[in-house]
């Protein structure tokens, strides 16, 4: 049964990792800022720069302020860490992350908290392969999405049908339960987190419809993808989980031992506002 949106909506955290992008941030979070202001949500954004390699961190900054909280690193340490740092400063009851870059459309924010809300789910997917969505995607882009997608479906059983476009909604006790146990740092760490939730019985997972126009100079992916060294990582990355989710049961409760703690990375149960910091 759908749920009637709450009149008085909750807080929402909105994550962006950012590497390498000093020619484009800075206008990247006026947009989402921009658009956020528009609707009925209650919001932050926190912006994470996964490594100080140019002047990403000296453009965003200029931007910081109570509603923009810039965090940064020296070493860069992959997308799925930057999220999850972002994650863990989090004040939000609703925590999302969308990739920087313009490649999907900022109102989609605004629609996946909707579906949270309309279908009080637990995580909310932005889908690429959702019937309404707006897609301009190359051929050889949606033959590896077609790949990847049928592999994480017989690996995991996760239902969705689109787990790597880089736009989630999640509740964040979803968060809370899951992040302690989670280990990829990079391109699989999507997967990672759904399955698990998933696991852990959160099964209110749905999609919602996105607008996606891919940026040809964000990628380097061409006919020969499968011999690229990010797609290589991010399979072995997918082996892993499923070893540890099917074989080691290394995300269950009965395992809490064994998982990896880095005090930057532990979620902040009580919510509280975070200043925002450079380390």
């Known amino acids: 049964m759908h749920k009637k949106p709450s009149t008085q909506p909750k807080k929402v955290s909105i994550i962006i990792p950012a590497y390498k992008q000093e020619k484009t941030i800075f206008e990247d979070i006026k947009s989402v800022d921009a658009t956020m202001a528009l609707t009925r949500w209650e919001y932050e954004i926190i912006v994470v720069v996964d490594g100080f390699l140019d002047k990403t961190f000296d453009e965003v900054k200029k931007l910081a302020g109570p509603r923009i909280k810039v965090f940064g690193y020296e070493t860069n340490k992959g997308k799925g860490y930057a999220i999850r740092y972002g994650m863990v400063r989090a004040t939000g009851y609703y925590i999302s992350f969308i990739d920087a870059g313009m490649d999907i459309d900022r109102k989609g924010v605004s629609m996946l908290l909707e579906h949270m809300e309309w279908y009080d789910a637990d995580i909310i997917v932005g889908s690429k392969r959702h019937p309404v969505s707006r897609v301009s995607y190359p051929l050889v882009r949606r033959i590896y999405s077609e790949v990847y997608h049928l592999l994480v479906r017989i690996l995991f059983d996760i239902p969705v049908k689109d787990t790597q476009t880089g736009l989630k909604v999640f509740k964040r006790e979803v968060l809370e339960k899951v992040l302690p146990r989670v280990l990829v740092k990079n391109f699989a ?87 925002h910091d450079k380390i």
């Open 189 to 275: 760490f999507d997967v990672e987190i759904l399955s698990v939730a998933h696991r852990l019985g959160f099964k209110k997972i749905y999609e919602a419809p996105v607008t996606v126009v891919w940026d040809s100079k964000n990628s380097n992916i061409g006919l020969t993808f499968i011999f690229e060294p990010n797609v290589r990582a991010m399979l072995l990355d997918t082996a892993a989980i499923f070893y540890r989710l099917k074989i080691l049961k290394y995300y269950d409760d009965s395992s809490k031992r064994k998982w990896i703690y880095d005090k930057e990375l532990e979620m902040r149960v009580n919510t509280g506002e975070l200043s």
